[in-house]
């Protein structure tokens, strides 16, 4: 660890949170001072288990506590935007779950908010740090695959419950927003060797039953301006698991098989005129190296590859994309009251 220990509050007791942010902040020495939950039961319990120093009263609280350096949020999709523009006017650095706002415009917001605030924001978008995906950038950057031809990412999961707010339009559920982000996103960070961002060609998706606007599955078709494509697909009622990264170019391809669950399957498979061979590259969990890259931003000033601007621009290919499958935006969740 780097200086002195980030001082952490939880927003929520989320299912995510003890592989997110409760096992990263222990491995790398970091305090989880406060949570706070809709219920004070359930916030109780996810302190006691997990170690977190005391449970405040609500949400608002939380983001005012003076001890409170860093706000983690993994709450609602639609609720990401409210409560961090909520962290950011209380003048706290804000790690926030995907996606970072519920459209475009939001985004903007909290954009806007960060540079007033002069406080550190990243959208948690931890299979960057993990050696998995480093490594595919490396391939590209040492030439071993030649120039980036195509790209094809898969975030395919089984169906959760009907009643899961994963499915509700009006905290911007969808398939795209929950996992086709890590899609979009992976091709995103291509552009150094595409020669710039993709933009998107076209864009198909499926409703759910039961959920009016809510997508079940989207493809989206990309271009990159050297002419490299792209597909990026999301499935959140699949048959099976599947969140692989495929990268082919003039000399080869490799495919990370599970490019967002490393710590489940952390294989690099290289395909080339020279043979085929698998890489492991380590289980440690991505959301461990995410916390370690944020810490070292904030204790040593090391860089850090995820910014509000990102967010931002991840967000507008989202909605990009929901309008040309014939999807509304997601909307905006009103904001908290208080502060």
């Not at 916030?43 to 005391?54: D, K, M, P, S, Y």
């Not at 990009?320 to 908290?336: E, H, L």
Request: hydrophobic share 40%; with cysteine; net charge negative.
């Amino acid at each position: 660890m780097t200086g002195e220990p980030l001082r952490i509050g939880v927003l929520g007791a989320a299912r995510i949170a003890e592989l997110s942010i409760v096992g990263p902040a222990r491995a790398g020495g970091h305090r989880l001072v406060a949570v706070a939950a809709r219920d004070h039961v359930r916030a109780t319990a996810f302190a006691q288990q997990h170690g977190v120093e005391r449970v405040v009263g609500s949400y608002a609280e939380l983001v005012a506590d003076p001890e409170v350096e860093v706000v983690y949020n993994p709450l609602a999709n639609g609720l990401h935007g409210p409560w961090n523009l909520a962290a950011l006017a209380a003048g706290k650095h804000v790690l926030t779950e995907k996606p970072s706002a519920s459209n475009a415009e939001e985004a903007a917001e909290v954009h806007e908010a960060v540079t007033k605030a002069g406080t550190v924001f990243m959208e948690g978008f931890h299979y960057l740090f993990h050696p998995v995906t480093r490594r595919l950038h490396e391939l590209l950057e040492r030439g071993e695959l030649g120039e980036l031809r195509h790209v094809e990412t898969v975030m395919a999961m089984p169906a959760p419950s009907d009643s899961d707010p994963r499915w509700s339009f009006p905290l911007a559920g969808g398939a795209l927003m929950d996992v086709g982000c890590y899609a979009l996103h992976a091709q995103r960070m291509l552009a150094p060797w595409a020669g710039g961002a993709p933009r998107l060609v076209a864009a198909r998706g499926g409703e759910h039953p039961g959920a009016p606007g809510v997508d079940e599955w989207l493809d989206a078709d990309l271009e990159f301006p050297n002419g490299a494509t792209g597909n990026a697909r999301c499935h959140m009622a699949h048959d099976e698991l599947q969140f692989s990264c495929r990268i082919v170019g003039s000399q080869g391809e490799a495919t990370a098989v599970n490019f967002v669950q490393p710590h489940v399957d952390d294989r690099v498979v290289v395909c080339t005129a020279a043979g085929e061979r698998t890489e492991e590259l380590g289980r440690r969990s991505s959301y461990t190296y995410q916390l370690d890259a944020f810490a070292a931003h904030l204790r040593a000033g090391a860089p850090l590859a995820l910014d509000a601007g990102d967010a931002l621009t991840t967000m507008r290919l989202i909605d990009d994309c929901y309008r040309a499958a014939g999807f509304p935006v997601r909307p905006r969740t009103d904001p908290p009251t208080t502060v």
